[in-house]
C-alpha cells in the first residue's frame, strides 16, 4: 500500500536536511523510466529503474512529468521492488499538473538499498479512450520549491546512509507512444511488416513480467519461457494470433531468482531474448 504525499515539504526537508559534503567518491547512479506502446482506452504499465548505483541509499525523490493530458496516472505499486522494510514510499499524483512524485524515506534505523539495480516503482497509467496519436514524453522535474534559506529543490536526489550526503543522478527519459488500433477497412500498412520480439518489461522484475511481440501475418506461434539449463518452465501460448501486436504475461512467482530465456516460433524462425528474475 502507498501513502499519498500531499505537498512536496516532508521530502523537501528530508533533502535539504543532507547538506552535501565534499571528499565523496562520485555518485554513478541514474534512474530510467520505461517507454510502452499502447491504444486510446488502454492501461499501461511502466516501470522506474535504480541504474548503476554505486553507494548505499538511504532515500530518494523522483520528480516526473509527462507531457499530455492524455494519459492519467491510476497508481503506483511497488511490489518486487528494491524498497526496504524500514522505509516508506510516498506518492504524490497530480493528473491536473500532469505531475507525480515517488519518494523513498527511511522510518527507523539506517535501511540500506546497496544493490546496483533493480526497480524502483511500478507507474500504473490509463490511455484516454479519446487520445489521438501520439508520443507522450515521461521526464524528469528540475526547479526550486522555496527560496531559502535553506532552498527547496524538487528534483531527482539520492541520499546515502550517513545522512549527509546527496547526489543527483542521471536520468533516462520514458514515453507511451499512442497508436490507434487498426479498424476493419483501414491500411493494412499499418501492420508490423516483420516479425519483432520485444524486451520483457519490467527487467528485472518480481514476480510478473510482460512480453509482447509484433506478428506481420496471422499464423500460429508459441512463446516459451526456459531456464538457464535449457529447461522448459512455462508455455505462454501456442496458437494460432493474428498479425498486431500481442503481449503475455509471466507470473514467476514459483520460480527462483536467475536469468530465464523467452522464445518466440513463428513459421520458420525462432527469436529468444533474456530476462531476470530477482527476488
Not at 523510466?33 to 504499465?45: L, N, R
Not at 501460448?237 to 536469468?259: I, K, M, N, Y
Request: proline share 7%.
Amino acid at each position: 500500500m502507498t501513502r499519498t504525499l500531499r505537498s512536496f515539504t516532508l521530502a523537501a526537508i528530508v533533502f535539504a536536511l543532507c547538506a552535501s559534503a565534499s571528499g565523496t567518491p562520485p555518485y554513478t547512479g541514474a534512474i530510467a523510466v520505461g517507454s510502452i506502446t499502447g491504444a486510446p482506452g488502454d492501461k499501461v504499465v511502466i516501470p522506474v529503474l535504480l541504474q548503476n548505483n554505486n553507494i548505499g541509499l538511504m532515500a530518494l525523490s523522483i520528480p516526473l512529468k509527462y507531457s499530455s493530458a492524455d494519459v492519467l496516472v491510476d497508481s503506483v505499486s511497488f511490489q518486487g521492488t528494491l524498497l526496504k522494510p524500514n522505509m516508506n514510499p510516498l506518492v504524490q499524483i497530480d493528473n491536473t499538473n500532469r505531475f507525480l512524485r515517488i519518494t523513498y524515506v527511511p522510518t527507523s534505523g539506517v535501511p540500506q538499498i546497496l544493490e546496483t539495480s533493480g526497480l524502483l516503482a511500478s507507474i500504473h497509467f490509463s490511455i484516454k479512450g479519446s487520445a489521438p496519436e501520439q508520443v507522450v514524453t515521461i521526464d524528469s522535474v528540475n526547479k526550486i520549491e522555496y527560496v531559502g534559506p535553506p532552498t527547496l529543490w524538487v528534483r531527482l536526489e539520492v541520499a546515502d546512509t550517513t545522512g549527509v550526503n546527496i547526489f543527483l543522478p542521471g536520468f533516462s527519459s520514458g514515453a507511451i507512444t499512442v497508436e490507434s488500433p487498426l479498424a476493419a477497412g483501414d491500411d493494412h500498412s499499418f501492420l508490423p511488416a516483420t516479425l519483432e520480439l520485444k524486451q520483457n518489461y519490467p527487467n528485472p522484475f518480481n514476480p510478473s513480467t510482460t512480453i509482447s511481440f509484433n506478428l506481420p501475418e496471422r499464423a500460429r506461434v508459441s512463446l516459451r519461457v526456459f531456464n538457464i539449463l535449457g529447461q522448459e518452465v512455462a508455455a505462454l501460448t501456442d496458437d494460432v494470433l493474428d498479425a498486431g501486436t500481442h503481449e503475455f504475461e509471466w507470473d514467476a512467482a514459483s520460480r527462483a531468482s536467475g536469468v530465464y530465456f523467452y522464445r518466440l516460433s513463428y513459421q520458420n524462425q525462432v527469436l529468444t531474448k533474456k530476462m531476470t528474475l530477482l527476488k
